[in-house]
């Protein structure tokens, strides 16, 4: 059974940084990407980030780019959100795919998800 199990949300101030891990695991066939999606309230979900699994190249939204990092190591996943703005403020879910098009950042590429975990930015 796939567990995706997210960790490392809370509250930070405008400009601060967090880092969410996410922990992988169940997998029968490894994954080609993990990545991370967000949801704010009356919001849809936005593709945040992604990670090919193989070869390690990276992905991200424009909204986040040249201010959060992911990266993995073995079955863990992580994002570095730097420069936080009130406008991230969203339940943040770690996702996985075995779908080839999970580069794109697109929610119906991914069948599995994490419970999320809340980032609230305040100004």
């Known amino acids: 059974q796939v567990q995706l199990v997210e960790s490392g949300g809370g509250s930070v101030q405008a400009g601060g940084t967090l880092r969410l891990s996410c922990a992988a695991g169940g997998f029968t066939y490894s994954p080609y990407c993990l990545g991370w999606f967000r949801q704010a309230p009356g919001k849809e979900r936005e593709g945040v980030a992604v990670i090919y699994r193989d070869g390690g190249s990276t992905y991200y939204a424009d909204s986040v780019k040249d201010r959060f990092t992911i990266s993995q190591d073995n079955a863990k996943m992580y994002l570095v959100m730097n420069s936080l703005k009130p406008e991230d403020t969203a339940m943040y879910y770690c996702?996985?795919?075995?779908?080839?098009?999970?580069?794109?950042?697109?929610?119906?590429?991914?069948?599995?998800w994490g419970q999320g975990t809340q980032v609230t930015v305040s100004s």
């Open positions: 996702v996985a795919s075995r779908n080839n098009l999970c580069t794109t950042l697109r929610a119906r590429h991914f069948a599995y």
